[in-house]
């Protein structure tokens, strides 16, 4: 299994271009989050999905959009960036309340 | 509100030397929790965590942390740090009860290990 993947690792941006950031599970986990890093600050949950068309804010989901059509999947879509959206990262997936499995993360840079 | 609490930053140990890891949270009934670590560069990774039953939870690479009902603390131990211990360390809380799902991380502490 190759767990919760992500792409792409690094990616700079331009203030105000847009861009997906991929992410995929093959544990067959029913919840799925996106959380941004950022130095010093612990984990912020920026959306999360409870199965297949089902999603929901978390503490800090301003400038972003989730999508969950399969199981699998649930990229989030960043719109016009922003320099405060420098950060990185996670995706990760769960069965329920229990472990969450995280992926490697992607760095952002917006200039 | 809830809220999970890690007072320390940073520590810095001396490799052979033993670990504790302070977690406090706020929460409305006994939460699923949880401990996490990160390597550099690297996604989070599960330590070990508590549902029920025996307070004191065994983990991977000789971890250990006791649960508190009446102080809401998760502490970690390690009774002799090795150097690749040195990462950064979350503690999380999580609701026990499906819908409304939300898992709080602390900020994290960073462990330091010299020679």
């Known amino acids: 299994n190759a767990g919760v993947t992500q792409t792409p690792k690094f990616r700079i941006l331009k203030i105000g271009q847009s861009m997906t950031l991929q992410c995929a599970q093959d544990m067959n986990h029913n919840y799925m989050y996106w959380y941004r890093q950022d130095p010093g600050m612990g984990l912020k949950l920026i959306y999360y999905?409870?199965?297949?068309?089902?999603?929901d804010k978390g503490e800090v989901p301003n400038g972003y959009n989730v999508s969950r059509s399969t199981t699998e999947d649930f990229p989030l879509r960043l719109e016009l960036a922003a320099p405060s959206q420098t950060s990185v990262y996670f995706c990760?997936?769960?069965?329920?309340?229990?472990?969450?499995?995280f992926g490697p993360g992607t760095r952002l840079t917006v200039l | 509100a809830q809220s999970v609490t890690q007072p320390d930053i940073h520590i810095t140990v001396s490799e052979g030397a033993s670990l504790e890891l302070r977690c406090n949270y706020s929460?409305?009934?006994?939460?699923?929790l949880f401990w996490y670590v990160q390597s550099p560069g690297q996604g989070l990774q599960l330590l070990l965590k508590?549902?029920?039953?025996?307070?004191l939870v065994q983990g991977i690479k000789g971890f250990e942390a006791e649960f508190k009902r009446s102080q809401s603390s998760f502490n970690l131990r390690k009774p002799s740090v090795h150097w690749s211990d040195a990462a950064e360390y979350f503690c999380a809380v999580g609701p026990r009860s499906a819908g409304g799902f939300k898992t709080i991380f602390g900020a994290g502490t960073r462990l330091f290990v010299k020679a």
């Open positions: 990760a997936s769960s069965y329920g309340a229990d472990t969450q499995y």
């Open positions: 929460y409305g009934a006994t939460p699923y």
């Open positions: 999905s409870v199965g297949a068309g089902i999603t």
């Open positions: 508590y549902f029920s039953g025996d307070t």
